[in-house]
């Protein structure tokens, strides 16, 4: 049975500035985030440019990446919550350095084919299931409590600074080189995680043998924590539903962009580069608009903004003209829209479960928000080639707007200030 830990005290201790194990933890994340946008670039350009990908091909390798969630994120929490995190983090890393760096190498022997694309996709998944579990997870190891915002609200900053920086950089090499080399980069970036976390310390330890119960006890209880609570499960439905319906539309614009439109992968790079600085901007602002709007206000309202931010996406086709503004616009606004909203969830949930249950509610909630991707990104696929990229686009939006609705009609849309723990959830939305 989980306990509640001993609330923290007022006085959160030195700034993060000030706390090296942090600092290297944050180096080596922000350095792998730019070498994923690199991938992120990468992976799409090589797939429909180099072994010229359709629709369904395109869809089955945006699926790939996202599969493990579906398919191992529930256990990956239980897993998680009895163990270390660091070590999980290190050894997942390791596993993505080799298979990213298999890639080029199979394309300098001449034998690279899609379906090796999707199958190292979903071996880098699973990796990623564990890292992005252990990451969430080790966040309050690592930080006080009070600090928790503040240290996603970094790292958040460090990923969108990545958004810009990495398809802007991508775009640029890949009119010197070809996109399996930015796949060595990015490789050689989670390289450098895995280097900056093995010098990290922290006083985590595993749980010990005799606490652990049965796996599908532990997996239950995770899912129990999640769904009840009715602002985390409305946080969880609505994330889920526009995931899925943002998977959707967006598993299709590397190939409305770099095919039908006639962009260069170069122009691709460049323009998400210009619409990732609303990230950083997101970042930025998060917290003050959190103060100004309400901790719980401010969920809905980005839920919306994140809409609001399709719609030029779904012009694109429409408007072939104006595609490249379009582009930065959507992007832009999106970005914002995912930074506030997750900065302010993200940090709710932390603060409120506890340290015990971190793992599990984690993968819990990763398992239902990320593992309707693949499903949405097969059906991508599927749709684009029977009705056309411009009305799959047009879908996606009207589904975001009815998913959104999950956080639009719960308490949270009235509530100026989020609770600071699970009983006070209990007294406030029940």
């Given at each position: 049975?989980?306990?509640?830990?001993?609330?923290?005290?007022?006085?959160?201790?030195?700034?993060?500035?000030?706390?090296?194990?942090?600092?290297r933890?944050?180096?080596g994340?922000a350095?792998?985030?730019?070498?994923?946008?690199?991938?992120?670039?990468a992976?799409?350009?090589?797939?429909?440019?180099l072994?010229?990908?359709?629709?369904?091909e395109?869809?089955?390798?945006?699926?790939?990446?996202?599969?493990?969630?579906?398919?191992?994120?529930?256990?990956?929490g239980?897993?998680?919550?009895?163990?270390r995190?660091?070590?999980?983090?290190?050894?997942?890393?390791?596993?993505?350095?080799?298979?990213?760096?298999?890639?080029?190498?199979?394309?300098?022997?001449?034998?690279?084919?899609?379906?090796?694309?999707?199958?190292?996709?979903v071996?880098?998944?699973?990796?990623?299931v564990?890292?992005?579990?252990a990451y969430?997870?080790?966040i309050?190891?690592?930080v006080p409590?009070?600090?928790?915002a503040?240290?996603?609200?970094?790292?958040?900053s460090?990923?969108?600074?990545?958004?810009?920086?990495?398809?802007?950089?991508?775009?640029l090499?890949l009119?010197?080189v070809q996109?399996?080399v930015?796949?060595?980069?990015?490789?050689?970036?989670?390289?450098?995680?895995?280097?900056?976390?093995?010098?990290?310390?922290?006083?985590?330890?595993a749980?010990?043998?005799?606490?652990?119960?049965?796996?599908?006890?532990?997996?239950a209880?995770g899912?129990?924590?999640?769904f009840?609570?009715?602002?985390?499960r409305a946080?969880?439905?609505?994330t889920?539903?526009?995931?899925?319906?943002?998977?959707?539309?967006?598993?299709?614009?590397p190939?409305?962009?770099?095919?039908?439109?006639?962009l260069?992968?170069?122009?691709?790079?460049?323009?998400?580069?210009?619409g990732?600085?609303?990230?950083?901007v997101?970042?930025?602002?998060?917290?003050?608009?959190?103060?100004?709007?309400?901790?719980?206000?401010?969920?809905?309202?980005?839920a919306?903004?994140?809409?609001v931010?399709?719609?030029?996406?779904?012009l694109?086709?429409?408007l072939?003209?104006a595609?490249?503004p379009?582009?930065m616009l959507?992007?832009?606004?999106s970005?914002?829209?995912v930074?506030?909203?997750?900065?302010?969830?993200v940090?709710?949930r932390?603060r409120?479960c506890?340290?015990?249950l971190l793992?599990r509610?984690?993968?819990?909630?990763r398992f239902?928000?990320?593992g309707?991707m693949?499903i949405?990104?097969?059906?991508?696929?599927l749709?684009?080639?029977?009705?056309?990229?411009?009305?799959?686009?047009?879908?996606?939006?009207?589904?975001?707007?009815?998913g959104?609705?999950?956080?639009?009609?719960s308490?949270?849309?009235r509530?100026?200030r989020?609770?600071d723990?699970?009983?006070e959830?209990t007294?406030?939305?029940?």
């Open positions: 049975m989980t306990t509640e830990p001993t609330a923290a005290a007022p006085s959160s201790g030195p700034s993060l500035w000030r706390r090296p194990n942090f600092l933890f944050w180096g994340e350095g792998a985030q730019l070498g994923s946008e690199l991938g992120f670039l992976m799409p350009v090589l797939a429909i440019i072994l010229g990908a359709d629709e369904i395109v869809g089955l390798l945006g699926a790939a990446g996202t599969l493990a969630f579906l398919i191992v994120g529930l256990p990956a239980a897993w998680i919550d009895r163990a995190k660091r070590p999980i983090m290190m050894r997942a890393n390791a596993v993505r350095v080799l298979a990213l760096a298999a890639v080029p190498l199979l394309w300098w022997a001449g034998v690279l084919e899609v379906w090796h694309l999707i199958l190292f996709a071996v880098v998944g699973v990796a990623t564990f890292f992005d579990v969430q997870s080790y309050p190891v690592l409590r009070a600090r928790i503040d240290a996603n609200g970094k790292l958040e460090t990923a969108q600074l990545a958004g810009v920086g990495g398809p802007a950089l991508g775009g090499l009119t010197i996109a399996p930015l796949l060595v980069a990015t490789a050689a970036t989670y390289l450098g995680s895995f280097v900056m976390l093995a010098t990290v310390r922290d006083d985590e330890v749980r010990p043998k005799e606490d652990r119960r049965p796996l599908r006890v532990e997996i209880e899912l129990r924590f999640v009840g609570n009715r602002l985390l946080i969880t439905l609505c889920a539903s526009t995931n899925f319906f943002a998977t959707i539309g967006l598993t299709m614009l190939l409305l962009v770099l095919r039908d439109l006639g260069g992968p170069e122009i691709f790079g460049i323009a998400t580069a210009v990732a600085i609303g990230g950083i997101g970042a930025i602002v998060a917290a003050r608009l959190s103060a100004i709007v309400g901790e719980g206000t401010i969920i809905p309202v980005a919306l903004l994140g809409v931010g399709l719609i030029p996406i779904v694109m086709p429409l072939p003209a595609a490249i379009l582009l959507g992007q832009a606004l970005a914002i829209a930074l506030v909203y997750n900065i302010a969830q940090s709710f932390q409120i506890p340290l015990p793992g509610m984690n993968a819990s909630i239902v928000v990320w309707v693949p949405a990104g097969v059906l991508s696929g749709l684009a080639a029977q009705l056309g990229i411009a009305t799959t686009l047009q879908i996606a939006l009207v589904g975001m707007l009815l959104s609705g999950f956080v639009v009609l308490p949270l849309l509530m100026r989020l609770p723990s699970a009983d959830c007294t406030i939305a029940r």
